[in-house]
Nanobody
Framework: EVQLQASGGGLVQPGGSMRLSCLGSGFTNYTMSWVRRNPGKEFEWVSAIKSDGTGIRYAESVKGRFAISRDNAESALYLQMNYVEPGDSGVYYC?????WGQGTLVTVSS
């Protein structure tokens, strides 16, 4: 059984920072990813990280601004968001294979 829950979202101003967290239950320490759904309800893969913290990849839209990390001892996945833009708004989900968490809403607005 895999259960994932993202948190840390909220309202943030353009250019600001926000750190999202995802806590798991039944973690198997496989590759984890962040996926977001924008206000237009379009899904976009954001980032991925292997079980040992290597093999990090980012979507071009967030490269250089976001940073993914994980703490396997705590069954936790993180996404550090810096210099956020209005286009970053949406619901962020942490995923493990076909398993998706409930997601956390991020709103970038002045």
């Amino acid at each position: 059984e895999v259960q994932l829950q993202a948190s840390g979202g909220g309202l943030v101003q353009p250019g600001g920072s926000m750190r999202l967290s995802c806590l798991g239950s039944g973690f198997t320490n496989y590759t984890m990813s962040w996926v977001r759904r924008n206000p237009g309800k379009e899904f976009e893969w954001v980032s991925a990280i292997k079980s040992d913290g290597t093999g990090i990849r980012y979507a071009e839209s967030v490269k250089g601004r976001f940073a993914i990390s994980r703490d396997n001892a705590e069954s936790a996945l993180y996404l550090q968001m810096n210099y956020v833009e209005p286009g970053d708004s949406g619901v962020y989900y942490c995923t493990q294979g076909t398993y998706w968490g409930q997601g956390t809403l991020v709103t970038v607005s002045s």
